[in-house]
């Protein structure tokens, strides 16, 4: 199991330009997480999806970010235009089916995160 | 969500147990302790997760107390590889599946050779 992969690892770039951070979840993982860290903010919750489908994007801090999630292996997080401010390492996260016994919910895997500097 | 409250930093000796606490005083009858890590530069990782009951798995071991307004995660044998923020989340599991988890601070933990 390769875990949750996230690409590109580092992206500098320079205000105004669009960047789309991308996130491979774990085979058979049903729910994907978008997170942004800064040392200010701390870990955020941007969007979660549940089955490919958006269940909460209040975290999503202004129009400028949008999250798709086409299929369940993939997932992009893209921002347009980018700010300085937009600064931050950038999680993606799956978790499976809790089942109906709810085992195993909540119980989150990490990528290993795309550190994004805008310029 | 229940709020959670944690030291911001704790020191433990290489091969002592650390004893992380957290106060969860407003937790409401059906929502479950998690805890997460994050060792620097990587994502958060999970740890364990308990409802009332004790629990123990390969990396840890839950104790919630009674009346569960609080709970301590220990690592038996701590080692320099544990040096981490940890991270106390109380939630519900619902019957629709999983949900979004809210990190707060955590307490940042380092171990002393």
């Known amino acids: 199991d390769a875990g949750v992969i996230q690409s590109p690892r580092h992206e500098v770039t320079e205000m105004g330009q669009e960047v789309t951070l991308r996130c491979k979840p774990i085979?058979?993982?049903?729910?994907l997480f978008w997170y942004r860290q800064t040392m200010m903010r701390g870990l955020e919750l941007l969007i979660y999806?549940?089955?490919?489908?958006?269940?909460?994007d209040s975290g999503m801090p202004e129009d400028r970010f949008s999250a798709k999630m086409p299929n369940a292996s993939f997932s992009t997080l893209k921002i347009q235009p980018s700010e300085p401010r937009d600064s931050a390492v950038y999680f993606c996260?799956?978790?499976?089916?809790?089942?109906?016994?709810?085992?195993?919910?909540?119980?989150?895997?990490f990528g290993a995160g795309s550190r994004l500097t805008v310029l | 969500d229940a709020k959670t409250t944690q030291p911001t930093s704790m020191d433990c000796a290489e091969g002592r147990a650390a004893n992380l606490p957290c106060n969860h005083s407003?937790?409401?009858?059906?929502?479950?302790v998690y805890w997460y890590r994050q060792i620097h530069s990587q994502g958060p990782q999970y740890i364990i997760h308990?409802?009332?009951n004790n629990e123990t798995n390969e990396m840890a071991s839950l104790i919630i107390t009674e009346d569960r307004k609080s709970s301590t995660l220990i690592l038996p044998h701590a080692t320099l590889r544990d040096t981490a923020v940890y991270y106390c989340?109380?939630?519900?599991?619902?019957?629709?599946?999983?949900?979004?988890?809210?990190f707060g601070t955590g307490t940042r933990l380092t171990i002393i050779p």
């Open positions: 996260a799956s978790s499976p089916d809790p089942g109906i016994l709810n085992s195993g919910a909540n119980v989150l895997t």
């Open positions: 085979s058979g993982h049903n729910s």
């Open positions: 999806f549940n089955n490919n489908v958006p269940i909460d």
């Open positions: 407003t937790i409401s009858g059906n929502e479950y």
């Open positions: 308990g409802l009332k």
């Open positions: 989340i109380v939630r519900v599991l619902s019957n629709f599946g999983n949900e979004k988890l809210t």
